[in-house]
């Protein structure tokens, strides 16, 4: 059978329902820019958002915006910054990413430290389950408890629980300033507890701010030694502030605030990123870890988000470095979070979609196991 | 007695429950049971099977262990000051969490606490004071309501404009599913991967289970703190100030509109706080954070609201006149006891650019069907609450009242909005869940409580119809082959 449907939503369903009707699994694609993320994926056939673009609604004066899952974050952001908004996402991988992808996977970068997750930032959901139902969560307006949470459910199900065809997005306002400085530091545990105490101190949250090692110091703001490189957002006079704030730790310099999509797109093909964290009280400690990493493993490029107690560990592949990754791994205590992994890897790090009411969920949405089977390190 | 469980709650069961929490924590006359019969919203009235009052953790566990076994449906309630009729048992049995009241631990230094469900919401905020820090959901019956509840409900309150709601707030949880089973969801000691079981059960209304414990963040109390009472000459004019504030990219701390119905109630109760009764409308704007700044952002304020038409702006002193100008804003409800005896409390939401429309539109229906609807709402993020105050042994008013409640409610869908922001779906709003969401979103809805509850007995007949659910056995596999 095939599709005959012109709404390209009213396709994706027929596709999905033919799919679950004749048991043959699917892989969901959005702008397909994280396929070689090493993710297991038993299936044959791709459905894809891509046919599924555009914003839809878009009230600047509401500061919420609805597009369709294909739409790139590029056409977000360039159609908002015409009226001084954003929507406050930098998920890694860039902009070129889709909306549809950046929520399944609740992808988030250096922002979520001021304006938290996807599922913080996301007000409503379409999506059609496993079973070619097409449902929504939520809705278009900011505040809404009307019905069970299926927003955030479907944020960070990575497809399985449903394809994300349309998602309404809470935006803020772009702030009267927006200033990227970097401060130069010793690339040591107590530094970045140094960090977090200042953070935890000051009366403002910075919009974001990463510690920074040494390797990814040298092409983010090009000094010798590792740097915390800050963002820092508000009225002129509260960033003059915030900015004086930070000579506490060291030299404060300027930086491009270009710096931001660098990071975002930085690891080198191949490369292996994985995630850290604990408490953020243990920051001195996950750094440890990550930099036992880093020491084995030539190149490695490590950030941190010290308010948030989370280290990324972008490491270069080359001769012993999979077994070697593996090995530390499997050894530390903390939560483990791949992005990016070869499929061999993927064991090493903790897989939480075992538990029952997740299987149960995942067989309520998806009888026929056709979503992206697999992917989130589930019993294919 | 409606129920068809209702013969299944016996002096077998009583006696039970009673070896498990002892005699004086179940009560099953009615007389004793009269407190349990409505929640905050008095127009219902649902009379328990029974109620029982666990005191700890496990008594908790064994008394819905005991209920499982006998396949017995269930209510949790806390304090009961919920606003839609969701902590009601018909015929079922109740089970009241308000005493479990402790607060586990307090981890300053990552700003987290561990607390049990009948936590009243203030006495956290109150706890942590001393480490600077606070729980930013702020309900309006905060000095009652209990946190086991605001999780329920995913409670909101002024303060959500910039610090979210209460699921915002929700680290991780440890559950207690209908069938007994006690799961914990969520990571509070790192990054959290797979399905959001948090987010879900966040606001599933005690549909999905008990939660015993709830790790909550807490958010660092702002350095300073400035509040502004904004009065104008019309609705209108105050409702294009609120969107003026919010596109200047200012997210105030609180952003609350006050009517003149509203006004003229709070102003002739205890609760007077010195809003001028000649106003159309008030708008509370409340600004925090860093000192550094602060008063750049009052003056954008005072500036736009003065160029949207405001007669005159107020900033609060010190803290006793700020205190004096919510207590306004935070016993409105109380206040209106003085207009007539009984209360109607509305909650939907329209998106803010609709808010002048709306508003007028609430005016003239409210003309139409000759009551009078007092506004007292989150204007910020445009969660209205228009509230009636009438006489319930007036059968004449009463009609009234809930025409032009329901017609209230169908404008505010027809903008663009939703039926509830913050006071959930529970009985009242359940016959309204057909305007906003597809028999399919229903059906997918009642799929997920499946999952916690395939026996539905936790707060049976709330949040999704009826009708909804018995769709979704036909699907998904007949809806796919059809």
């Known amino acids: 059978m095939t599709s005959v449907a012109t709404d390209p939503v009213e396709a994706l369903r027929e596709r999905i329902s033919e799919a679950a009707h004749g048991a043959r699994p699917l892989r969901i694609v959005g702008r397909g820019t994280w396929l070689d993320a090493g993710r297991t994926v038993a299936a044959r056939e791709t459905i894809t958002t891509l046919e599924c673009t555009g914003i839809v609604d878009y009230v600047p004066d509401d500061l919420t915006l609805t597009a369709r899952a294909g739409t790139t974050l590029e056409e977000i952001r360039s159609a908002t910054t015409r009226h001084g908004q954003w929507l406050a996402l930098d998920p890694f991988g860039g902009a070129q990413g889709s909306l549809g992808a950046t929520l399944a996977t609740n992808s988030a970068g250096p922002l979520a430290a001021a304006f938290g997750h996807p599922r913080d930032l996301t007000l409503g959901v379409a999506f059609v389950t496993g079973a070619g139902v097409l449902a929504r969560g939520g809705g278009r307006v900011v505040k809404n408890v009307a019905g069970f949470d299926l927003t955030r459910l479907m944020i960070g199900a990575w497809g399985t629980l449903g394809v994300i065809t349309e998602a309404t997005m809470r935006l803020h306002a772009r702030p009267d300033a927006d200033v990227t400085i970097s401060v130069p530091l010793e690339d040591t545990p107590d530094e970045i507890e140094r960090v977090r105490r200042l953070l935890r101190r000051l009366p403002f949250a910075p919009f974001a701010c990463e510690f920074v090692n040494a390797a990814l110091a040298a092409s983010l703001v090009g000094h010798a030694g590792a740097a915390t490189v800050v963002r820092l957002g508000g009225n002129r006079e509260s960033v003059r502030a915030q900015r004086a704030a930070f000579t506490e730790l060291g030299t404060v310099n300027e930086a491009d605030p270009a710096l931001w999509d660098s990071l975002a797109t930085i690891e080198p093909p191949k490369a292996m990123v994985v995630r850290l964290s604990r408490l953020p009280s243990e920051i001195a400690r996950t750094w440890r870890d990550a930099s036992s990493i880093a020491s084995g493993c030539p190149g490695t490029l490590l950030h941190a988000s010290a308010a948030r107690g989370v280290v990324r560990c972008i490491v270069p592949d080359g001769d012993g470095v999979a077994a070697l990754l593996r090995t530390r791994l499997a050894a530390m205590e903390c939560t483990r979070i791949g992005e990016r992994l070869p499929p061999a890897l993927w064991d090493a790090c903790g897989s939480a979609s075992r538990d029952a009411l997740s299987v149960g969920i995942r067989e309520t949405f998806d009888p026929k196991r056709v979503l992206n089977p697999g992917i989130m390190g589930e019993l294919a | ?482």
């Open chain 2, 1 to 482: 007695m409606t129920s068809a469980a209702a013969p299944l709650i016996d002096r077998s069961l009583a006696d039970r429950l009673a070896a498990i929490v002892g005699e004086r924590r179940v009560l099953f006359r009615p007389s004793e049971l009269l407190t349990y019969t409505s929640d905050g919203l008095p127009s219902y009235h649902k009379q328990p099977a029974l109620a029982v009052f666990p005191g700890t953790r496990d008594e908790v566990i064994a008394v819905v262990r005991e209920l499982a076994e006998r396949h017995i449906p269930f209510v949790p309630r806390g304090a009961g000051t919920g606003l839609s009729g969701g902590a009601l048992a018909d015929g079922v049995v109740l089970i009241g969490l308000n005493r479990l009241t402790r607060i586990l631990s307090v981890d300053a230094e990552n700003g987290l606490a561990v607390v049990e469900p009948g936590v009243v919401n203030v006495s956290l905020s109150r706890a942590v004071v001393a480490d600077g820090l606070h729980y930013a959901p702020d309900p309006s019956s905060q000095a009652a309501c209990t946190i086991g509840g605001n999780v329920a409900e995913n409670a909101g309150g002024p303060h959500c404009l910039k610090y979210g709601v209460t699921t915002n707030h929700i680290v991780a949880l440890t559950v207690l599913l209908p069938d007994g089973r006690v799961v914990p969801l969520g990571n509070a000691a790192g990054e959290n991967e797979g399905y959001d079981l948090v987010g879900a059960f966040v606001g599933s209304e005690g549909c999905f289970g008990i939660a015993l414990d709830i790790t909550v963040r807490l958010s660092r109390n702002p350095e300073a703190v400035r509040t502004l009472l904004a009065d104008f000459m019309s609705l209108d004019a105050a409702a294009r100030a609120v969107s003026a504030i919010v596109a200047a990219g200012i997210v105030p701390a609180a952003l609350e509109m006050i009517d003149q119905a509203t006004i003229r109630a709070v102003e002739s109760s205890i609760y007077a706080a010195g809003y001028p009764t000649d106003a159309a409308a008030a708008l509370l704007i409340e600004l925090d954070g860093a000192a550094a700044g602060l008063e750049q952002d009052v003056a954008t304020v005072e500036s736009l609201c003065k160029e949207h038409g405001a007669r005159t702006v107020r900033i609060a002193r010190d803290e006793a006149e700020r205190a004096r100008l919510w207590q306004g804003r935070k016993k409105a409800f109380g206040a209106m006891g003085r207009v007539a005896p009984h209360l109607v409390v509305q909650d939907a939401v329209v998106p803010r650019t609709a808010l002048p429309r709306v508003l007028a539109e609430i005016h003239a229906i409210g003309e139409r069907h000759g009551v009078r609807v007092c506004n007292v709402f989150h204007a910020g993020d445009g969660n209205l609450h228009p509230n009636i105050p009438y006489n319930a042994a007036d059968a004449d008013e009463t009609r009234r009242v809930h025409a032009a409640m329901s017609e209230i409610m169908r404008a505010c869908v027809a903008a663009g909005g939703t039926i509830t922001g913050e006071h959930g779906v529970g009985l009242d709003k359940v016959g309204y869940m057909d305007l906003i969401f597809s028999p399919d979103s229903l059906a997918t809805m009642c799929a997920l409580r499946d999952v916690f509850d395939p026996e539905r007995r936790s707060n049976p007949g709330k949040v999704v119809p009826v009708h909804a659910c018995r769709e979704w056995h036909m699907a998904p596999s007949a809806r796919a082959a059809v």
